[in-house]
């Protein structure tokens, strides 16, 4: 077997037609996923996972291998369709990323399966993360702002402010930073765009239809051009390792990210001016654009 097409710059060999029942779509989805990743499938795969038929079991194996043919061959001794070497994913669904996200979905709530595709798994640790607070009343109230262009006051805790205060917000967008979840908002009292963590919220009320302001939120609209280098205090072997674990080519990578969280980017890449200090082995990367990045944090 191969490798997912994102690893070796191959598309998906996805000729899926049109009027295909979405039923059989996900099962055709299914049929790639096991190939890829057990390296088999047979008929009573689908007939447990999907509690199926046998008959329909047998039609969905037939009707992939019409888009396929390449991909699966019959093992007779085994009575199982087996992977071939010239294997190539039908479905973004079966890529490497999909497959390892499945895995630590699992590892860290096994009883929640996410709807994944996994059969056989290898052994996975995830390192233990730690829970912040969310309030579901809030984060609903959120999500109704955002979705009916309005407002909703809060009483906002934060480093300076601990106890909390009043303010009115207009949010328009979620926000993830790998650590935390965000909501992006116009905030009426400080009459800006800023981010607000929905773990300080401590209450939220929605209060009505306001103007619809994400066009205005200039930081939130601009794409910045982040270019990466490996981190030139590296010996030129360990230069050309970071460059092959981030797939940098001729010298440099090129990101592109929101103005209004490249503060979160440069963070989770050890780049903030603050980590700066740390040994090059530390760090790995090395900003090429700093100066211009710097003059928009």
Same mark, same amino acid.
């Given at each position: %077997?191969? $490798? ?5 710059? /191959? ?9 295909? &029942?979405?039923?059989? /779509? ?21 007939? *447990?996972?999907?509690?199926? =038929? ?17 991909? @699966? ?5 085994? &009575? ?56 579901? $009343? ?12 309005? =407002?909703? /006051?809060?009483?906002?805790?934060? %480093?300076? $402010?601990? /106890? ?25 009292? +400080?009459?800006?765009? +800023?981010?607000? =963590? ?14 619809? &302001?994400?066009?205005? *939120?200039? $930081? ?32 440099? %990578? ?6 209004? @969280? ?36």
């Amino acid at each position: %077997m191969v $490798d997912d097409p994102k690893s070796t710059g /191959e598309q998906p060999t996805n000729t899926i037609r049109q009027g295909v &029942r979405w039923g059989q /779509e996900r099962r055709l989805e299914f049929i790639d996923y096991r190939l890829r990743w057990d390296g088999q499938i047979n008929r009573s795969s689908l007939t *447990d996972f999907f509690g199926i =038929s046998v008959p329909q079991a047998s039609l969905d194996i037939t009707e992939y291998s019409k888009l396929s043919p390449d991909n @699966l061959k019959y093992d007779k001794r085994a &009575r199982t369709y087996r992977a071939t070497y010239s294997y190539r994913p039908v479905y973004p669904s079966s890529s490497t990323e999909r497959y390892l996200e499945d895995l630590i979905r699992v590892a860290v709530q096994p009883e929640v399966p996410y709807g994944s595709f996994l059969g056989w798994q290898p052994p996975v640790a995830a390192v233990p993360r730690l829970g912040r607070r969310l309030n579901a $009343d809030v984060v609903g109230e959120i999500i109704r702002a955002i979705r009916e262009t309005g =407002s909703v /006051e809060v009483i906002y805790q934060s %480093m300076t $402010d601990p /106890e909390g205060s009043e303010r009115r917000l207009t949010p328009h967008a979620l926000v993830h930073d790998g650590n935390r979840w965000h909501t992006r908002a116009y905030c009426h009292k +400080r009459n800006q765009f +800023r981010d607000f =963590s929905l773990t300080r919220i401590k209450l939220a009320r929605y209060v009505g239809p306001d103007e619809e &302001r994400a066009s205005k *939120d200039t $930081d939130w609209n601009s794409v910045v051009d982040v270019i990466l280098t490996a981190h030139p205090g590296l010996s030129p072997a360990k230069r050309r390792l970071i460059e092959s674990d981030y797939s940098i080519e001729n010298g440099e %990578m090129h990101i592109k990210c929101r103005q209004a @969280l490249l503060f979160y980017l440069l963070f989770q890449l050890n780049l903030t001016n603050d980590q700066a200090g740390q040994k090059p082995e530390v760090i790995q990367l090395s900003l090429k654009n700093r100066e211009e990045i710097n003059s928009l944090l």
